[in-house]
């Protein structure tokens, strides 16, 4: 699967409209259309859609915000949601890779994202992708940091 990672447009925005989770999932992300909408009044955030040949497969929004009080909302993934239809075929890997890389291209060497735990989760995907809970736990979600 060739995935590529686009900047938001008319032409991905039905994709990310009409991407779904697997039942269950919803409790753990907010959905996309609320994030694009938080995206269009943060001006820190960088949201963008992954697709591969058949279209959109996946959303993944970070936030790049030097200042903020919270050394956890510096810099990291704020928002990932992969299609059901996607899962367990390395888009999500893919996504981290990606923030990664732009966390790189802005001087930072450190990223961090915020997870529930409870079944179905997504703690075993981060730890997965080499992130190491810090210790903090904020707004009840456990804090990951990821050395890139
Ligand atoms: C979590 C999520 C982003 C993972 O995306 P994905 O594309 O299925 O993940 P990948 O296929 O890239 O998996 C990467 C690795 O994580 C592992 N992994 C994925 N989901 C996992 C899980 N729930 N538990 C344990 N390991 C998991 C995979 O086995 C894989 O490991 P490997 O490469 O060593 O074999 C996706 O399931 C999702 O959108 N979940 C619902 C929304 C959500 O929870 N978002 C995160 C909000 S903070």
Do not use: H
Not at 72 to 96: S, T, Y
Not at 131 to 136: A, L, Q, R, S
């Amino acid at each position: 699967m060739a995935l590529r990672i686009e900047e938001l447009s008319t032409s991905n925005l039905r994709g990310l409209r009409d991407l779904r989770l697997a039942p269950g999932q919803e409790r753990f992300v907010a959905p996309v259309l609320e994030s694009i909408a938080e995206a269009y009044v943060t001006p820190t955030a960088w949201p963008r859609a992954i697709v591969d040949d058949d279209g959109v497969v996946g959303f993944v929004m970070a936030n790049w915000d030097p200042e903020n009080e919270l050394e956890a909302f510096r810099a990291g993934i704020w928002r990932l949601n992969v299609d059901e239809k996607a899962q367990g075929r390395g888009v999500g890997r893919f996504d981290v890779a990606q923030v990664a890389a732009e966390a790189r291209r802005r001087g930072i060497d450190r990223i961090t994202v915020l997870w529930e735990r409870g079944d179905g989760g997504p703690e075993g995907f981060y730890r997965a992708c080499g992130f190491v809970p810090t210790g903090e736990v904020l707004f009840g979600e456990v804090v990951g940091a990821l050395e890139v």
